[in-house]
C-alpha cells in the first residue's frame, strides 16, 4: 500500500510540474501573440509618416513609449540602402534580449525618392524649352529644304552662244 501512495504522490508531483510547464507556455504564447500585435501596429503607423519624397519621418530615440508584454522598451531602427529605406520595430521576446531568435520583429519598406522629384521638377521646365525649340528649328529648316527643292529650281545655266569674231 505504501507504494501505491508513493506512487500516486510522484504522479500528483509529475502533473504539477507538468501543468505549470504547459501553463507557462502558454503565458508566454498568449505574451508573443501580444507582442506580434503591438510591434505590427507600430510598424504599421511609423510605415506612413513619410515626406512627399519618401522619406520616413524618424522618431526620436525614447519617443516609441511602449513596452512590450514583457516590460521591456519597443526598439525602432531605420536603414537606408540606394533609393530604398526600411524601418524595423523589435521586441526583445521571451528571453529580454534584443537580437536574439526570439525577438519579435517587423519591416516597413519606403522606397525614397530624395532629391530625385525636385531635380525632375527643377529641370523639366528647362528641357522642354530646349526640345521645343530643337523641333520647331527642325521643323523649320525642313519647310526651308523642302520650298527650295519645290520652287527654287532655278534653270541650268546655259553655255554662252560663240561669238562671230572677224576673220583675219
Known amino acids: 500500500m505504501a507504494h501505491i ?4 504522490r510522484l504522479n500528483s508531483i509529475f502533473l504539477t510540474v507538468v501543468s505549470a510547464t504547459l501553463l507557462a507556455g502558454c503565458r508566454d504564447l ?16 511609423l510605415d506612413q509618416r513619410t515626406t512627399k519624397t519618401g522619406v520616413y519621418v524618424r522618431v526620436k530615440d525614447g ?3 511602449e513596452n512590450d508584454p514583457w516590460g ?14 526600411t524601418i524595423q520595430v523589435r521586441s526583445a521576446g521571451p528571453d529580454r ?3 536574439t531568435r526570439d525577438d519579435i520583429q517587423r519591416q516597413g519598406l519606403a522606397v525614397n525618392l530624395k532629391g530625385v522629384g525636385e531635380g525632375i521638377k527643377k529641370n523639366a521646365g528647362e528641357v ?28 541650268k545655266p546655259q553655255a554662252p552662244e560663240p561669238k562671230d569674231e ?3
Open 166 to 168: 572677224p576673220a583675219e
Open 128 to 155: 522642354a524649352a530646349s526640345t521645343a525649340k530643337g523641333l520647331v528649328k527642325g521643323t523649320v529648316d525642313g519647310i526651308k529644304e523642302t520650298v527650295k527643292e519645290t520652287f527654287g529650281k532655278k534653270k
Open 97 to 99: 534580449q534584443f537580437h
Open 72 to 85: 521591456i522598451p519597443i526598439q525602432v531602427s531605420y536603414a537606408q540602402g540606394g533609393m530604398a529605406e
Open 30 to 45: 498568449a505574451k508573443i501573440e501580444q507582442a506580434e500585435a503591438q510591434v505590427g501596429r507600430i510598424v504599421a503607423d
Open 63 to 65: 519617443e516609441i513609449k
Open 5 to 8: 501512495r508513493t506512487f500516486a
